[in-house]
């Protein structure tokens, strides 16, 4: 009672402006200790938050899937390149007819690359997962967008262990699968398009088959500090499909840092194809990218998928901006870089081989809805606070119906913002 009689006396100020600034000084300290309690709680987490079935628990959990790989051949390694959109340099261009002589200079060395690379278990894992026949659970539907050159799905899925899981396809309209394979690979270019891309470094890398082993950092919000990503990548080629597998593995030439904080849970794969266009011409002059992806970031995946979903769509138009760029550079008869001289050494295979990988499996396909399922009987604990908080002071100002009713649409109104923020199917 002491507290409502207190928020009474300010609500009997004789301004506004002096209702302002005693609401500011009654509610400021409150503000400060909720602030400071973020910031020590995210800096130190102590060794109790570490339940199973706890959301502080921000250790590495088990994969999704089963990328247990097999040991790889010996493969040669190389002298490492870094690229710093800092300082951010211009790439060497030439043309396609130099692509075998800059390979064969750049091998420079002998080591075995990480055996922990990529195999063909990883490739058989992602053809899985396009077919959906990997066994995991129903997809939810969370965007739907497109422009004049471009049309955007993803859908989204919860393990039982894990990190959030997201599959996209995109269609770019008068784009080729090789002009795509060369540009996601195209890490001197990427540092040109992607801000957040702060540094990335070839370790180690196999002439051969094209795996390499890749050092990267990418820039977050001022309130996280930097993540560190250290992955394998290899392309298999089947046709003019190509099956793009990206997934961390260990490093230890590269020591582990308090900052930035290294990811050791990635998963970043997609295939890439000759689509029709939507033009109706019934010819195959757009390109399809199916993407599969996971990580933990080591924030709380909750947290984490909201940022996704509000970020999701800014960061694939920024892709399709950086793609047209380089459809540019290249239309220009420019040099291919190095990186995108590797996308171009891949592993041939049979277009039946994979089908055949299968056996006897016949495991049902996995569910993709259309639409948003709605959530049954699940809690939703944001807007219980919300509306919460509003009946509490609603009855602590108990000031007639008129202030409750004007509190409760404003909490409904909030408590919608997600739902209404997320496109429509």
């Not at 600034?21 to 400071?36: D, K, N, Q, S």
Request: charged residues 25%.
């Amino acid at each position: 009672m002491v507290l409502v009689e207190a928020f009474m006396e300010i609500l009997e100020r004789p301004t506004i402006g002096a209702v302002f600034v005693e609401i500011m000084m009654f509610l400021g300290p409150v503000w400060i200790a909720f602030l400071l309690g973020i910031t020590v709680g995210w800096i130190w987490k102590p060794k109790w938050a570490s339940w199973k079935n706890c959301k502080f628990d921000f250790s590495a959990p088990s994969s999704p899937t089963a990328l247990a790989p097999s040991p790889s051949k010996g493969l040669e390694l190389t002298e490492p390149r870094i690229f710093h959109s800092s300082k951010a340099r211009t790439p060497s261009f030439g043309s396609y007819a130099d692509a075998g002589s800059e390979i064969e200079q750049f091998d420079s060395g002998s080591s075995q690359l990480n055996t922990l690379a990529i195999t063909d278990e990883d490739l058989q894992l992602l053809w899985h997962l396009v077919e959906r026949k990997d066994g995991g659970p129903p997809w939810k539907h969370m965007m739907d967008r497109s422009t004049p050159n471009m049309s955007y799905q993803a859908w989204q899925r919860d393990l039982e262990t894990g990190p959030p899981q997201y599959c996209s396809r995109t269609v770019y309209e008068d784009a080729t699968p090789e002009l795509l394979r060369d540009f996601f690979w195209d890490d001197e270019f990427r540092v040109k398009w992607d801000d957040m891309l702060v540094h990335a470094e070839t370790i180690e890398e196999c002439p051969t088959t094209g795996t390499m082993i890749v050092h990267w950092v990418r820039k977050f919000p001022f309130f996280c500090s930097d993540r560190e990503y250290i992955f394998g990548r290899r392309i298999w080629e089947s046709g003019r499909s190509y099956y793009c597998v990206t997934k961390g593995v260990p490093c230890p030439t590269i020591p582990r840092k308090d900052k930035p904080r290294r990811v050791d849970l990635y998963y970043s794969s997609w295939l890439i194809q000759a689509a029709e266009s939507r033009k109706g011409n019934g010819q195959l002059t757009a390109c399809e990218v199916l993407l599969f992806h996971y990580e933990d970031m080591g924030i709380p995946w909750e947290i984490a998928k909201f940022g996704v979903r509000q970020g999701m769509w800014g960061a694939v138009r920024k892709i399709e901006r950086g793609l047209r760029s380089y459809q540019k550079s290249r239309a220009s008869n420019a040099k291919i870089s190095h990186c995108a001289l590797m996308a171009q050494v891949n592993t041939k295979i049979d277009p039946e081989y994979l089908k055949s990988t299968d056996g006897d499996d016949e495991s049902s396909g996995t569910e993709v809805q259309v639409s948003p399922a709605k959530p049954v009987g699940n809690i939703n604990i944001p807007k219980l606070l919300i509306i919460g908080g509003a009946l509490v002071v609603a009855c602590s100002l108990d000031r007639g119906i008129i202030p409750k009713a004007l509190l409760f649409n404003v909490a409904k109104r909030f408590g919608n913002i997600g739902k209404r923020a997320s496109p429509r199917a």
